[in-house]
């Protein structure tokens, strides 16, 4: 290739970034945009939420704005900030809010679950005490320094050694609803049997989502020492093995759906459909699931 047709190759490809550059100027409105910015209807698309929603977010001064050539514009580094540090909205592609906020923070919830009691006590125990709060959309969390500093203080409570989740309660652990449905006795009696019955000390018992669990282990051990309350035969029987056809494992039925375990749980404590037995025992009625995934996934557009 000669110098000659080089350089009209060179002169080309300058026109080409010269109209690129010229087109992207009009849409701008003849400004250059800086790329530390971007539209509001971008950070609408990108939190996938309604024009109403996003100039509620821009004009609670929730992350800086500028305006560039008459149009206001959100900045993205004050954006990614404000993102990293609140849990209410969510990318609709893209890593999950609150990274820096969970990371020095818990809701009342979370440091509930943390402890293995109820929220509200622990709500009490931080008005009670004039306990530092910080205030995120509307709702209270407690600082990660403030909580271990009150932990150092007291003997009363005992942390676990990592935040449980549900998936991980519900492989050890029996929610009491559910225990007492596998026994067929009132909620009620089963919780006056753990709070003061003869056998209050043979259950082990942690709250969890605001919830009363007790350990399979424990749950056991009560049914070897007594003989008064029993499992009947054709709830023990449904759990016996996949091999029921008449029924499925809640993992059998999550995968079915397409969904995680603990969204089975929660259709089934809804009432969505029936299921006998609790925890890894627990088999969930096949037809009625079936039928009730099928209208589901009708009306939402698939799971």
Not at 55 to 68: A, M, S
Not at 131 to 156: A, C, H, N
Not at 208 to 214: A, G, M, R
Request: glycine share 8%.
């Amino acid at each position: 290739m000669d110098h000659g047709h080089e350089n009209e190759v060179q002169k080309l490809r300058e026109a080409q970034i010269f109209c690129m550059e010229r087109g992207s100027n009009v849409q701008e409105n003849s400004m250059s945009v800086p790329k530390r910015t971007m539209s509001v209807s971008e950070m609408r698309r990108l939190l996938g939420v309604k024009k109403t929603e996003s100039y509620w977010l821009v004009h609670r001064n929730f992350f800086k704005t500028e305006l560039v050539g008459g149009r206001m514009r959100v900045d993205v580094e004050s954006f990614e900030k404000w993102y990293a540090n609140q849990v209410k909205h969510k990318k609709v592609n893209g890593e999950a809010p609150g990274k820096e906020l969970v990371g020095n923070s818990y809701s009342f919830r979370e440091a509930a679950n943390l402890l293995g009691v109820n929220s509200s006590n622990l709500y009490e125990i931080w008005k009670k005490n004039g306990l530092k709060t910080i205030l995120v959309d509307f709702v209270m969390r407690i600082p990660m320094e403030e909580f271990e500093q009150w932990y150092g203080q007291q003997s009363v409570y005992r942390k676990a050694e990592k935040m449980p989740t549900l998936e991980e309660m519900e492989s050890e652990y029996i929610e009491l609803q559910e225990t007492a449905a596998l026994l067929e006795i009132p909620k009620a009696e089963l919780n006056r049997m753990i709070a003061a019955g003869a056998y209050k000390d043979i259950f082990e018992v942690r709250t969890f989502d605001d919830k009363k669990w007790i350990s399979q282990k424990s749950f056991q051990r009560f049914l070897n020492v007594q003989s008064v309350y029993r499992v009947p035969k054709r709830t023990a029987a449904a759990g016996k093995g996949l091999e029921t056809r008449n029924y499925l494992s809640r993992q059998e039925a999550a995968e079915l759906a397409g969904v995680a375990p603990s969204t089975v749980t929660k259709w089934l404590q809804a009432g969505k459909f029936s299921g006998i037995g609790a925890g890894k025992v627990l088999r969930i009625h096949r037809e009625e699931f079936l039928q009730w995934v099928g209208s589901y996934q009708c009306r939402e557009g698939g799971v």
